[in-house]
């Protein structure tokens, strides 16, 4: 798939990960990019081929307007999600359930509305951000990361269900990087615009996962290991 003449859709193209998508896709020669928000007057749009939308991932009625609005989408991004932090045995399930239906019930909508648009348009792809905690969790990230985990896998259901329209299907999956989600963590964080770069560098190739990071590659090389490694405490601690 070439990115020079597609008309791609991102959510959560307001900032970080998603604003740099939308910038990355501009130099590519994107034909057209709708840019979507849950508050699409605040995005800063300064090229004629960007058009904003408003899409917010829990209004299933916005999903499907956006669709209608967007017949001609070759290639759908989901970016957009959040990280309420919530710890899976002691905060409410109300806020754990937050994330799993903003990443996994949300995503999925978004790419059920798009799949026929994608399919009459010759197929395109779906880029789904994901996380190295698809693969583990931390302490702090209980709720993210079992949200990510349910987001990976429905990654590779889809990309099975999908195969037959001809839609390639990405995963991306990277450790942090310098966004208002991450803000105040102390953790090593890569550029936001890397993780476009990377993931439209294998959309080009058809490559069905993206590896951004090198935490990324380590956590998939070592899963085939004894998990200890990532879960036992030193002694005393």
Known sequence: MDIAGSIALITGANRGIGRHFVDQLLVRGAAKVYATARRPELLDISDSRVTPLYLDLLDEKSIVNAAAAAQDVTLLINNAGIATGANLVTDDLDTIRQDLETHLFG?????????????????????????????????????????????????????????????LVQ???????????????????????????????????????????DPSRFVKAALSGDPAQFYSRPSGS
């Open 107 to 167: 995503t999925l909508r978004v790419i059920r509305a798009f799949a026929p648009v994608l399919a009459a348009n010759g197929g395109g792809a779906v880029v789904n951000i994901l996380s190295v905690l698809s693969w583990i969790a931390t302490e702090g990230t209980g709720a993210y990361s079992v949200a990510k985990a349910a987001e990976w896998n429905m990654t590779n259901s889809v990309r099975l269900e999908l195969s037959d329209q001809q839609t």
């Open 171 to 213: 995963g991306v999956h990277l450790a942090a990087a310098d966004t208002d989600m991450m803000e105040g963590r102390d953790a090593p964080k890569i550029a936001p615009a890397d993780v476009a770069r990377a993931s439209l560098d294998g959309v080009q190739a058809r490559a069905i996962e993206v590896l951004v990071d």
